[in-house]
Each structure stands twice: as structure tokens, then as C-alpha cells.
């Protein structure tokens, strides 16, 4: 593909540039040795990469005072024993709709979305046996337009982070209002290139042993997968209501190691370039391809897409849903690459809903759902 870069001017977008701007081709390889080994263990980065220990912790600790990466944990639903319903929901009731929804301890995300689906995108992450019982209880909100999909649990493409090396250098010779733009032409012409992914419809895994503070422990990484292990323990302690959170840094730090490591409940690490930066959006994504061929390498061409994009492929069809974070000067460009795709025939059909930030709610707090070992779906 093309490195080559376009740029575009737009005054709305100078805070983007100018936190890209603080980054350097340094700062990204660090980033991609954290994703793959893991970014809680700095001095371990430093001698796989035999840096100093002081140069990469300067400048992870600087990342973290101006909020510019964060780490996340994807957690390994399957070994849970959960599987995934995604809806798209127009409610009969807003009211009714809206207090259903605040009780749903398993609805994992929540968006108002605007475009083809004027409605509710949910994600639902759910025991196997809870399915129909969830079903029900939506269908009685829902409106008739509505949509029930169940796909596999939650992945990410890998992040193409070379693209920021690349921006980054050329941002520093480049005019002031100037932002980087990915060619989505070339990379549309590279996808028949890609091998195809390895995906499955349902995963054969042994489900882990885990309980409610393992759950906890999961939630925090989610939300900061560099989250100290006393900071972890303060929340915990909150939690309970108990003012003695000291006790629990053992338990976590013994939890995390020998249960949640050891079991694999941590699928993956994602970075978050530049979190709550202005003019960001969600692109979620429905696309039914012509063959499960096309759709296996369209997932493995995601890995060249430098913006955070997260998938599911719909059980027993060609169909993928993605849920893409990116700025939102790239929409019309994203558009336009679907229109080009249609003249190819990669895919059959497709539709679009963007999400603001600001009506997006990202659910983690799984271990309120559990209890005494069994599932709930909603509060009490």
C-alpha cells in the first residue's frame, strides 16, 4: 500500500494534531512492544526492546499525565461462559425502554446512534442460557423495526500504528493546520491481498474458574489495563464498603497472577491514542458479505486501518458488525470507500450509524451481575 499521506485543513481539529504532534516514531514502537507483551511491566518492555528502563518509564509516565495512550484489556468472554446478542433497537417506549436498560447489568455497550439505525445500538454479553430470557424481556420494549444478532464475543483488528510514525514526522515538516488522512483507495485495492482471518462462529473453550473479585479485578483493567494494583484495591474497597483497602493489594496482586494470567482471561491489549479528544466518533457498521472468503480477508485487512476498530461476525453468516473509533473528518472518506467498494462487489450490503461519544456508555462493571456463581441480567 501507498505511504504516502494526504492532508486536510480543518480548524476544528487542531487540538487532534496537536497531541499527534507530541508523540514520536520512538513513542509508537514503544506502544507496539506494550500491546504485545503487555504495558503493566515497563523495566520487561525495556530489555525486550534494550532500552534504558528510566528512558521508556519517562515516557510512559508522560503519556499518562497528559492522558495521550490508554491501555485497555479485552477481556476472553468466552472463557466466562458468555456469548454475545447484539441489538438494534428502536423502543416502542423511550420511558419504559430507558428503565429496562438502566437495570441491564449485562448490556457491555449503549449508543444513540444517528443514521440508518435512528435508534439503540446494545451489546449484550450473556450466558448461553439467559439468551431467550434476554430476548423476551427486549422484545417488550422494542419496536418492530428492531434486531436481535448474535455474534461471536468481542475482538479487535490490530492497530496499524505505523501510519502514526509515518504522520508524525511528516506533521512536524507540515504546515500547522494540516492532519493526516488514510488512503482508503489504496487500501481498498490492497484487501484482496490479505490472507484470510482465522474465525470461527463458536469458540471451543474451557470455561475458567473466576468469581466476583476476579471480575472486579477484569473490570478495572478494562477501563485502565495500567491501573495500579492499591488503586485497584481502593476501588475494591469502595465497592464493599470497606475503609481498609490495604488488605486487598495481596489478594489482587495474587488473583491477577496466578488466575486471570494464567487462565488467559485477558485476550488482548488495545492502546487508545490520544482518549477524549474533540471531533472523535463511533462508526458502527453492518456489512453483509458475498462469502465468508471476502469477509475472512476484510478482517485481516483491518490490521492496516490505523483507527480503533472493534468486531463481530454474525453467527452462520457472511456478515460482519464494526464498531470504529475515529476522527470524525474521516466519516466522508469512510463513505466514500463503501461506495467504491460497492462498484467491486465486496460486499453485498451495507449500513452505517455514528455515535457521539457523549451517548456512548461503555459497561464493564460485570462482576455486579454475578452473584453466588449464577448470572443476572437485570437488577432486582
Known amino acids: 500500500m501507498s505511504r504516502e499521506r494526504k492532508y486536510l485543513l480543518l480548524k476544528s481539529v487542531v487540538t487532534y494534531k496537536d497531541r499527534l504532534k507530541e508523540f514520536d516514531s520512538f513513542d509508537i514502537e514503544i506502544i507496539k512492544m506494550m500491546i504485545e507483551l503487555g504495558p503493566r511491566n515497563v523495566s520487561n518492555v525495556a530489555r525486550v526492546m534494550r532500552e534504558p528502563q528510566q528512558t521508556l518509564s519517562y515516557r510512559v509516565n508522560k503519556w499518562d499525565s497528559r492522558q495521550l495512550v490508554l491501555f485497555k484489556a479485552v477481556i476472553d468472554e ?37 443514521g440508518a439505525v435512528n435508534g439503540y445500538f446494545i451489546r449484550f454479553s450473556v450466558p448461553m442460557n439467559k439468551v431467550e430470557e434476554l430476548r423476551s424481556r427486549m422484545k417488550y420494549v422494542a419496536g418492530e423495526d428492531s434486531e ?35 488512503d482508503w483507495s489504496a487500501w481498498l485495492k490492497d484487501i484482496d491481498n ?64 496466578q488466575r486471570i494470567l494464567l487462565q488467559g482471561l485477558v485476550k488482548k491489549y488495545i492502546a487508545v491514542l490520544m482518549p477524549n479528544t474533540p471531533d472523535m466518533i463511533y462508526l ?23 483507527y480503533l476498530t472493534a468486531y463481530f461476525k454474525v453467527i452462520g453468516e457472511p456478515r460482519l458488525i464494526l464498531r470504529s473509533y475515529l476522527p470524525i473528518y ?12 460497492e462498484e467491486i462487489g465486496l460486499y453485498h450490503s451495507y449500513r452505517f450509524s455514528m455515535i457521539n461519544p457523549e451517548n456512548y456508555i461503555e459497561n464493564n462493571a460485570l462482576y455486579r451481575a454475578y452473584r453466588g456463581g449464577t448470572w443476572n441480567l437485570f437488577k432486582d
Open 78 to 114: 468466552n472463557k466466562l461462559g458468555l456469548v454475545n446478542l447484539i441489538t438494534f433497537i428502536k423502543p416502542k417506549d423511550s420511558g419504559e425502554f430507558k428503565y429496562l436498560i438502566k437495570r441491564a447489568l449485562l448490556a457491555r455497550e449503549i449508543g444513540k446512534c444517528e
Open 284 to 306: 458502527v457498521s453492518d456489512i453483509v458479505f458475498p462469502n465468508g472468503t471476502i469477509l475472512r480477508k476484510f478482517v485481516s485487512a483491518l490490521s492496516a486501518v490505523p
Open 330 to 341: 474521516e466519516i466522508k472518506n469512510v463513505l466514500n470507500f463503501f461506495k467504491e467498494a
Open 194 to 257: 490479505f490472507p484470510e482471518a482465522n474465525l470461527v462462529d463458536m469458540e471451543s473453550t474451557t470455561r475458567a474458574e473466576y468469581d466476583e473479585f476476579d471480575l472486579f479485578i477484569l473490570s478495572q483493567l478494562s477501563e485502565d489495563a495500567r491501573k495500579k494494583f492499591v488503586d485497584i484495591a481502593r476501588e475494591l474497597a469502595s465497592e464493599i464498603g470497606d475503609e481498609n483497602y490495604k488488605k486487598y493489594i495481596v489478594l489482587i496482586s495474587r488473583r491477577y497472577h
Open 148 to 182: 436481535f444478532i448474535e455474534t461471536t464475543t468481542i475482538d479487535y483488528a490490530n492497530l496499524n500504528l505505523d501510519f502514526y510514525s509515518h504522520a508524525i514526522s511528516e506533521l512536524r515538516r507540515a504546515e500547522i493546520s494540516k492532519v493526516p488522512l488514510f
